[in-house]
């Protein structure tokens, strides 16, 4: 029995043992296998790699620049490098500008202008026939300024953002102020042989002269701000405006009044709100400004705007109602005299026509290729204010309205301007911008009593003689390196009829005396030279 037993176990050992043997053999037959199919797909690899960079050593490297088409590898990219941002931001506060300064010369432009931000007669303007002007061309292509904007969550899918921002003239160093170069003038107002370049503007050498606003976004229920901030008329002008941000060579830039439904100290707006959404392709948006209430400058303003987007092509239209809108002007001696001892002096004295206007405006661009279309209609009428102001009101600025003009529209003035610009790209860093401006208004009863039948057409006649402004512009704008380009441009610019009323060489002589044979026209060019930086 006990040898029974030693025997079977002697078998099963020896049939374990067998077992394990031909499993061995499996896995070493496996292993075998598997080295020599990755030894061969490894030899593959490497000869189509040996191939691919023989194929690439065959093939020659040609610029683009000099050589044809047909002469470059068939298929060939070159692909650009991703584009950085190098934004200066800290927790998405951001820093932000623009410094823009040349030469330029100017056929008719009363000197350089230290305070304002359009320091110069780029535009035909009364006082620029008093002489030629050659040096230094500030905020030619665009106006130099310094921001800081910011953008935070709050909540989910919920932000707050900010804007702060201030133009100035890079040349002195100061805060624009349009009405400051107005005041600077005070006293001269008919002697233009003695004045300097003046313009009035939105900007009142204010802190945040552009935008100080604040308020909350969301991607699905739009943007609120409140604040200081730009009309939509203006917005719309900035959008469509082939030369848009000009002061050298946009008329609606350079002017500002179509920015601000009618007067230029409306393109920015004091105690506004405003509400942006979009739904789908369709652009919404609504602000008022609210007044400040008794005798101030800064009336209600109410503007709408919708427009869309589609396919390359974008449509805009906006209409508002701007009251106790201001028109600023120089003081004569008189006037300044008896201003001096009669109302505050705030911040600077100006004379000022006070209206009530009703806008609309249309502006179109159309994007085909290295093509870009522009094109854009604006409707002004001028009103009496339903809300006149009293001598000593405060305007924008700090400024005072010493001598305030509540009738000058006996019948209303309509103002109708016209525009078209296209763009080519020549190369992807270099563009050539041409633009036609047509601006016309009626002829109006005007509160002097120079028109009284509203049916003149001629310069000498009034103010309020129907006239006609022309200007076509050409720019080169080439962006060579980063953050930085360089540009030159030239307008031709011309007025008739009522929009030559006092200018110099027209009607008037330097020293504000009318001519013995007055003209009808009166026209300027301004070619000119500058470098950009922008960050």
């Known amino acids: 029995m006990k040898k029974t037993f030693i025997s079977a176990a002697a078998i099963l050992a020896f049939a374990a043992a067998t077992a394990h043997a031909d499993e061995l053999s499996d896995i070493q037959a496996q292993a075998k296998q598997l080295r020599e199919q990755m030894t061969k797909r490894i030899a593959d690899l490497e000869k189509r790699q040996k191939a691919l960079e023989a194929q690439k050593s065959a093939v020659p490297t040609i610029s683009p620049v000099d050589a044809m088409a047909a002469d470059l590898p068939y298929k060939a990219v070159v692909k650009a490098k991703p584009p950085e941002n190098d934004d200066i931001c800290i927790k998405g506060v951001c ?4 410094f823009d300064m040349g030469a330029t010369y100017i056929q008719h432009s009363a000197p350089f202008a230290a305070v304002a931000g359009g320091p110069l007669d780029t535009l035909v303007s009364k006082n620029g026939a008093a002489g030629s002007y050659f040096g230094v061309g500030a905020n030619q292509m665009s106006t130099s300024f310094i921001g800081l904007r910011g953008k935070q969550e709050i909540a989910d899918n919920l932000y707050a953002v900010f804007n702060l921002q201030t133009l100035f003239n890079p040349a002195s160093g100061m805060n624009a ?14 002697n233009f042989a003695a004045q300097n370049s003046f313009g009035d503007s939105s900007k009142g050498g204010q ?3 552009n935008a100080a606003y604040f308020g909350i976004s969301s991607p699905t229920y739009g943007t609120f701000t409140m604040g200081r901030q730009s009309a939509l008329t203006s917005d719309l002008i900035v959008n469509y405006d082939p030369l848009s941000g000009s002061n050298s060579w946009s008329v609606i830039t350079y002017q500002g009044a179509n920015g601000g439904g009618g007067d230029t100290e409306n393109r920015i707006l004091d105690n506004s709100y405003e509400y942006r959404v979009s739904v ?3 652009r919404l948006a609504g602000e008022i400004q609210a007044k400040n209430g008794g005798n101030s400058g800064t009336g209600n303003a109410f503007e709408g705007n919708v427009g869309v987007d589609y396919m390359g092509f974008s449509i805009d239209f906006v209409g508002g109602k701007v009251f106790d809108a ?16 009669t109302v505050s002096s705030g911040y600077g004295l100006l004379a000022a026509t006070v209206s009530d206007n009703t806008v609309f405006s249309v502006g179109a661009r159309y994007t085909l290729g290295p093509w870009k279309f522009w094109g854009g209609y604006e409707h002004i009428d001028y009103a009496n204010p339903n809300n006149p102001l009293n001598p000593g009101a405060f305007l924008q600025g700090g400024m005072i309205g010493a001598v305030l003009n509540n009738t000058n529209f006996t019948t209303d003035k309509v103002l109708q301007t016209a525009w078209v610009g296209v763009r080519y790209s020549i190369t992807p860093a270099l563009d050539i911008t041409g ?3 047509h601006e016309w208004q009626n002829s109006f ?30 720019v080169l704008d080439w962006r060579f390196a980063k953050h930085v380009d360089a540009y030159a441009g030239v307008m031709w610019s011309q007025v008739s009829g009522g929009l030559a009323n006092g200018f110099v060489g027209t009607t008037v002589n330097a020293q504000g005396l009318a001519l013995a044979n007055p003209g ?16």
Not at 95 to 98: E, I, L, R
Not at 326 to 338: K, R, V
């Open 95 to 98: 820093v932000y500008g623009n």
């Open 177 to 190: 102020s349009g009405t400051g170069s107005i005041v600077a003038n005070n006293g001269i107002s008919t």
């Open 207 to 209: 802190m945040f002269n």
């Open 280 to 282: 789908g392709p369709v």
């Open 326 to 341: 201001i028109s600023a002007a120089p003081l004569s001696a008189a006037q300044l005299a008896t201003a001096v001892t």
């Open 435 to 437: 633009a036609y401006y």
């Open 445 to 474: 009863v005007i509160g002097n009593g120079t028109n009284p039948t509203g049916t003149c057409n001629t310069a000498a006649v009034s103010a309020g003689c129907s006239g006609t402004l022309d200007a076509v512009s050409l």
């Open 520 to 535: 009808n026209k009166s026209s300027n060019y301004d070619p000119g030279v500058g470098l950009r930086y922008q960050f």
